[in-house]
């Protein structure tokens, strides 16, 4: 008899935790079934591993166990002593944005250029086809307005680095998917407030100046730290070029400290001097030199560096998912199911119009499989910081919350059967060689 490998013990307990969790809850006990929940999760975390399919869904499987923590012990995650955890929502999700720059360069807007018809097919889908469908969820179910303008805001953020990832798993277009997450990236500081403004002011008060800060200082200054790092981290570029690209992100950081200003007009110049300072200190000499430092000390070694940005990366995500979900437990106990299924509705209508729209417009699979990604995989992450800006992290930032694993597994599973499935054209490409 062959023996089971650890993946397989793992897929093993897994489901004996699961038999104990559903025989508690049977039974009326499902208040002691947190422990055995959690146990299950963390052990399919290890089971998927154990078959090539599966295996890229065990960083989903780590999210539902933070969410299982969250939801049985949810006095552990909210503060400790004085220090409340949400404060570690801005630093980790500049953290996450850093990653994904330190993995991105400038190179990857030229797919503007080349490609430029099917990047604004995924553009305009993206902020169109996503706000839509969260306005239509809003109006049609009753949701207390805070958790309704969690819901818009979801739809209104760029499209996340996820969204990648299924279109390399999906033999999708990867330069399109790049580029067309880059671009709504780059946009978002003045669409992102805008369709906030006009979508979900009906809930919540939207300041559009101070929205418009936020981005920029979650999301577009972090990235730009982290094209920098590579800049100097990889040193593939010749002097002039990284002179160019210095001075270029030294402007766009002085521009974007003008919205400082406007959000903050009793600091005056001085303050902008300031923040000024200090965003240049932390975004443009620090990633500089760190990645310096750091291509002497490994030798260039990149695996390590990029292991390291992914973990940082992974485990940001799953800290902020904890701590929202256990300051909107209660919150999440009276709305969860429908919540559930309508994200999940959600997350599924944008794969399902964004193909529908790239076939209307007769692009090729591999291209109908990227705006697919890119239009229902939104940045669950910045619009979960963004949730603690403009309202109550327990209400507003649920659904963004609850996107991120739900859309992890949907996008997974959908890459995973289209991976199967190699597209037209690369089938007769292959069949002519």
Excluded at 382 to 406: D, W
Aim: glycine share 8%; proline share 4%; net charge positive.
């Amino acid at each position: 008899m062959k023996k089971l490998s650890f993946h397989q013990w793992a897929l093993v307990f897994a489901l004996l935790m699961l038999v104990i969790t559903l025989g508690l809850v049977i039974s009326g006990n499902g208040a002691k079934a947190g422990v055995f929940l959690i146990a299950f999760f963390i052990s399919l975390s290890y089971g998927v591993k154990a078959f090539p399919a599966t295996k890229g869904l065990s960083f989903t499987m780590w999210m539902f166990t933070a969410v299982s923590a969250a939801m049985f012990f949810p006095q552990f995650f909210v503060s400790y002593g004085d220090f409340q955890f949400k404060k570690l929502i801005t630093p980790l999700l500049q953290i996450i944005m850093f990653g994904m720059g330190a993995q991105m360069s400038l190179n990857d807007f030229t797919g503007v250029i080349k490609m430029p018809k099917g990047v604004a097919i995924g553009v305009i889908a993206h902020y169109t086809v996503m706000p839509f469908m969260a306005f239509l969820i809003t109006y049609v179910f009753d949701f207390p307005p805070e958790i309704a303008a969690g819901i818009i805001l979801a739809g209104c953020v760029p499209s996340g680095l996820a969204s990648n990832v299924m279109s390399l798993l999906a033999n999708a277009n990867l330069a399109l998917a790049v580029t067309i997450g880059a671009t709504t990236t780059l946009i978002a500081p003045f669409v992102t407030p805008f369709l906030m403004k006009v979508i979900g002011g009906q809930f919540v008060a939207i300041d559009v100046w101070k929205m418009m800060l936020d981005i920029f200082e979650m999301m577009i200054l972090p990235i730009i730290g982290g094209f920098i790092f590579n800049l100097f981290n990889l040193n593939k570029e010749n002097n002039r070029a990284k002179a160019i690209q210095m001075v270029s992100y030294f402007i766009i950081i002085l521009l974007a400290n003008l919205i400082f200003i406007k959000v903050h007009p009793d600091t005056g110049f001085a303050g902008y001097l300031a923040k000024t300072a200090t965003s240049l200190g932390i975004f443009l000499v620090l990633p500089a030199i760190v990645a310096i430092v750091l291509r002497s000390a490994l030798k260039g070694d990149q695996k390590v560096i990029k292991k390291v940005l992914s973990l940082l990366s992974m485990f940001g995500i799953a800290i902020i998912v904890t701590v929202i979900t256990a300051a909107g437990r209660n919150s999440l106990m009276s709305v969860g199911v429908l919540l559930l299924v309508l994200v999940v509705v959600h997350n599924l209508a944008g794969y399902a119009i964004g193909y529908f729209i790239a076939w209307t417009f007769k692009m090729p699979e591999q291209d109908r499989r990227t705006i697919a990604f890119e239009v229902g995989m939104p940045n669950a992450g910045l619009a979960s910081g963004l949730a603690m800006t403009i309202g109550n992290i327990a209400t507003v930032g649920l659904a963004p919350a609850v996107y991120g694993p739900l859309m992890n597994v949907t996008g997974s599973t959908l890459a995973s059967w289209w991976r199967t499935r190699v597209p037209g054209e690369t089938k007769s490409d292959t069949e002519k060689k």
